[in-house]
């Protein structure tokens, strides 16, 4: 066990307390503000310089110990608009105006105060041990993850400025595989993503009468079923895809057909080519649809929501992966191709470093292990976003501190 985490028995109560306080206070993406004020108060403790503000509610936490390389860590803040039904003594009963001016009930969905506990334990950690190693620890604090745009918001308000030199970038997600596991992957990791808002246009008319109608709902609806032949039909097979349709909506009342209709829908891919093509060609079917429905406009295509690529830097993850295997033993391992999205790589790439990103367990063992069994892990473990996702405190906590030290310290010089 590194020396640092020698203090990791001394910090785990009220880390504990720490984590059980973020997740009952969730907050929606760029109004983080307690968070970030709970977040800042804890790295001036644990003596680091610290900068807020940065990209709205961002916090930068910079502890420089004597010459030596820069490691960057990074940790979302954000929540979402999820009404929680974990049952859990500390669950969340938050609620918020979401940016649309709706009210919204506000849970921690995913995991993400996992994260800022876990780094902020870390930083703990690593500032109780300066006589240990050398070099300088940017703990990076990102609001609006859930959004796609922190990470840039940050870049773009001077996080390069604020970091000084680093030579690398680490992070970490809690996902629905068992507590206590680590996972580590070379490459690409996690899917680029593109939402997209099309809305189409017909020619409303009594319900009683669709003949002098160009009616929307069929429109959408027969968009929807020939979006699915996309994936099935037009990509190469084995090659990681996945477009889904999460929302459509028109009208108001059921004996009105109304002038339009509007779909959500979301790709996700791990290439340049396939992303291109499959973008193509859901313009190319809405287009077709829309003409073979007599559309008296041309729809409207609208992309938000963008996430890059994740591509894990080899060398980089090779020598977290190592460390992990000598610490965690056992418990480390291979993570697999992730479908989800993330921003963090927006700063690395924006600041020109090499970076990985991994993965550790938030699931009951026992419960994981029983529904494997039993062939039931979609049915019975809960996944992030969903209103049950509730990680197991412990190990998650100490599993996730320990990977950010350990990896950090695979990076910081040696005294």
């Known amino acids: 066990m590194t020396r640092a985490l020698q203090g990791l028995d001394e910090i785990r109560a009220d880390q504990e307390n720490f984590y059980r306080d973020l997740h009952a206070h969730p907050e929606l993406s760029h109004q983080e503000t307690r968070t970030a004020a709970e977040v800042a108060e804890r790295l001036r403790a644990a003596g680091c310089e610290v900068h807020t503000d940065v990209g709205g509610t961002g916090v930068v936490g910079v502890l420089q110990n004597g010459d030596g390389p820069g490691v960057l860590l990074r940790a979302d803040m954000d929540a979402l608009p999820v009404r929680e039904k974990t ?80 030579d690398v970038a680490l992070c970490q997600h809690v996902l629905a595989f068992p507590a206590g596991l680590v996972g580590t992957r070379s490459g690409p ?29 069929v429109l959408a609806a027969m968009i929807v079923i020939r979006l699915q032949t996309i994936v099935a039909r037009e990509t190469q097979p084995g090659e990681p895809a996945v477009l889904t349709v999460g929302s459509v909506q028109a009208g108001t009342k059921s004996n009105v057909i109304p002038d339009e209709a509007t779909i959500l829908l979301n790709i996700r891919t791990y290439d340049e080519n396939t992303r291109r093509s499959i973008l ?136």
């Open 87 to 166: 049952g859990l003594g500390y669950a969340s009963a938050a609620t918020a105006t979401d940016a649309d001016g709706n009210e919204t009930p506000v849970m921690h969905a995913c995991g993400h105060d996992v994260h800022v506990a876990c780094l902020v334990g870390a930083v703990e950690l690593l500032a109780r041990s300066t006589e240990q190693w050398r070099g300088r620890v940017v703990a990076v604090f990102q609001p609006g993850e859930e959004v796609a745009d922190g990470a840039r918001r940050m870049v773009d308000d001077g996080l390069a400025r604020i970091a000084g030199k680093v």
């Open 189 to 217: 990791t996690l899917s680029a993503a593109d939402s997209m808002r099309i809305t189409v246009h017909g020619r409303g008319a009594h319900g009683s009468m669709p003949q002098a109608s160009v009616d929307p709902v």
């Open 280 to 415: 193509a060609a859901v313009k190319r079917i809405v287009v077709a649809e829309c003409e073979a429905s007599r559309s008296p406009r041309p729809p409207e295509f609208e992309l938000f929501d963008q996430y890059p690529m994740t591509d894990n830097d080899p060398a980089v993850t090779e020598q977290v992966a190592a460390a992990f295997a000598a610490h965690f033993g056992d418990d480390s391992g291979e993570l697999p191709l992730q479908t989800a999205s993330e921003d963090f790589s927006d700063i690395p790439r924006a600041l020109g470093i090499p970076y990985t990103y991994w993965g550790i367990g938030g699931v009951d063992p026992e419960l994981y292990r029983q529904a494997e069994t039993e062939g039931r892990i979609a049915d019975d473990v809960p996944v992030n976003h969903s209103a049950t996702f509730a990680p197991l405190i412990q190990p998650t906590l100490d599993t996730g501190t320990a990977a950010l030290v350990v990896a950090a310290r695979t990076f910081l010089g040696d005294v």
